[in-house]
């Protein structure tokens, strides 16, 4: 069946939903939901406004925001510009993220960004490709999703973490480290990028000491440290959120902290917040620690222009990948001359790749305008999506902080699937 189909037989039901909703967070929730192919691409989000992912809220809205106007600057799209965005709030919940995304579908949205955890986007993934409506998301990493039954209506602009894995792996190994702890989350994000580094590591020859996960939601991490710290490892990575600040305050405590030992993240304690969280009155104590995350800060010009369009910005983790996704969905659109799903869900990976390069949707646009195909090399860096929307490399930032408890971008280097 095809997705115009399928989304117009939930539109009686949404609008009866957005009239429900009417006052609450999003620009057009008020708005009767319009029907696909209606001339305007119109987004949506579900991203983390609140909840323990807040700190990557920002960066990843202002860079949406920021695609929407680069894009109506360049005369938007199929000669119209693109709307305000439909806001919904993640918020770490998974009832608080599907009612989200309940109401962004509700308001007719063309697209969908986010949601920002892998969890969630699992909580409502079949709620967005099932109505037909592309959903794109700059940060989920779980290798969950490569397999995952969408229609082909998913996709994503963040690497697999099969393609990190291995990066943070070499890191530890490059160290010197030959035993190694790794702690998880017990969520697919924490999962995937667990067996992908324990992989690398043993393929490379060290000795994986302790490959265990936890609960996110305990309010206390004594016992998993103790485990780690009895494994007697040279290192430990540390697969964490929010809770990931418990976490380092005990292998503080038990020693083996940065101080001590090798201590690696990965994306989900890229913050320039952490230190302070950890020890607000000594960030130094985690000088030395490392960790990969997909590059955030690589392209100078989109930073400068970014931070000039939301100066409060603190954060970039996941901004240039979320200012792709919309770039591609809205090139896409150019491609099938169509601002419905249906028609240009079938351009979205044909557009990374195979064509003629270009950086910018002025540019591609323009390429579209003479007949010609395109290759979009992202802001994030070179898309190349694979058959199943995702991209088939990725510029992978290695990280650390130094002895002020600054962070740093030590190093970037391209990680590429296997064949």
Do not use: W
């Amino acid at each position: 069946m095809r997705a115009s189909i399928r989304r117009s037989a939930i539109f009686t039901s949404a609008a009866a939903l957005v009239i429900a909703v009417c006052g609450t967070t999003g620009t057009a929730n008020s708005a009767v939901p319009a029907e696909p192919g209606d001339g305007e691409l119109q987004f949506g989000y579900v991203l983390p406004e609140t909840g323990q992912l807040a700190f990557l809220g920002p960066p990843q809205i202002e860079s949406l925001k920021f695609a929407i106007q680069t894009i109506n600057d360049a005369g938007g799209v199929l000669g119209e510009p693109v709307p305000k965005v439909v806001s919904g709030d993640e918020s770490g919940s998974e009832a608080v993220a599907a009612q989200s995304a309940d109401r962004v579908l509700a308001a007719g949205v063309d697209a969908l960004i986010g949601a920002a955890a892998s969890s969630m986007s699992l909580t409502f993934i079949d709620r967005v490709t099932g109505a037909g409506v592309v959903q794109c998301s700059g940060s989920n990493t779980a290798p969950t999703f490569t397999d995952y039954e969408d229609d082909g209506f998913y996709f994503r602009t963040a690497p697999s973490d099969a393609l990190q894995g291995p990066v943070l792996a070499d890191v530890v190994r490059e160290d010197g480290h030959k035993r190694v702890a790794l702690i998880a989350r017990a969520d697919d994000y924490g999962r995937g990028l667990l067996e992908a580094t324990e992989k690398s590591l043993e393929d490379g020859g060290a000795t994986v000491t302790l490959a265990e996960t936890y609960d996110p939601k305990a309010t206390n991490f004594d016992q998993v440290v103790q485990k780690v710290k009895n494994s007697n490892p040279d290192a430990t990575v540390v697969i964490a959120f929010e809770e990931g600040t418990q976490i380092m305050q005990a292998m503080i405590e038990s020693g083996i902290g940065p101080d001590r030992k090798g201590v690696y993240g990965a994306d989900g304690l890229r913050s320039e917040e952490l230190p302070t969280l950890v020890a607000p009155d000594q960030p130094g104590r985690l000088a030395g620690m490392k960790g990969t995350a997909p590059a955030s800060a690589s392209n100078e010009q989109y930073v400068k222009d970014l931070r000039k369009f939301a100066p409060n910005l603190k954060e970039l983790q996941y901004a240039p990948q979320v200012f792709d996704c919309a770039t591609t969905i809205a090139l896409a659109a150019e491609k099938a001359q169509s601002d419905d799903p249906a028609d240009f869900v079938e351009e979205m990976n044909g557009i990374t790749k195979d064509g003629d390069k270009c950086t910018t949707f002025a540019a591609c646009k323009e390429l579209l305008a003479d007949g010609k195909d395109i290759d979009y090399d992202g802001v994030s860096g070179p898309l190349e999506f694979t058959d199943v929307g995702e991209p088939g490399q990725a510029t992978i930032e290695v990280f650390g902080y130094n002895d002020k408890g600054q962070l740093q971008t030590l190093r970037t280097e391209v990680s590429k699937a296997q064949p």
